[in-house]
């Protein structure tokens, strides 16, 4: 069993930046891939970055890419998503989880609760 929480979000402008993280406990966190997606109201949860377990690479979806980085410290058992340039319509739930390298839900195996971002214009 993997635990993540997830922690860093919070109310920002357009523009501004954020920078989220996820810590790991439990079970071996570096032997897992570990992604980032986000669910805004009304809509599916969305994948939105990804990273392998030795941080060699890491894939984005195209709307965020330039924008955001995700990286990972294995050994503090934690990853990290940061967001630049901020945009309203980015306002959602972001969630991290651990599992199979991938950007569909179904992947990953552990997910933690989420931390609400919300962009003002």
């Known amino acids: 069993q993997v635990h993540l929480v997830e922690s860093g979000g919070g109310l920002v402008q357009a523009g501004g930046s954020l920078r989220l993280s996820c810590a790991a406990s439990g079970r071996t966190f570096s032997g897992y891939a570990m992604g980032w997606f986000r669910q805004a109201p009304g809509k599916e949860r969305a994948f939105v970055a990804a990273i392998r377990w030795s941080g060699g690479s890491s894939d984005y979806v195209d709307s965020v890419k330039g924008r955001f980085t995700i990286s990972r410290d294995n050994a503090k058992n934690t990853v990290y998503l940061q967001m630049n340039s901020l945009k309203p319509d980015e306002t959602a739930v972001y969630y991290c989880?651990?599992?199979?390298?991938?950007?569909?839900?179904?992947?990953?195996?552990?997910w933690g609760q989420g931390t609400q971002v919300t962009v003002s214009s």
């Open positions: 989880a651990a599992g199979y390298p991938g950007r569909l839900n179904g992947e990953y195996t552990y």
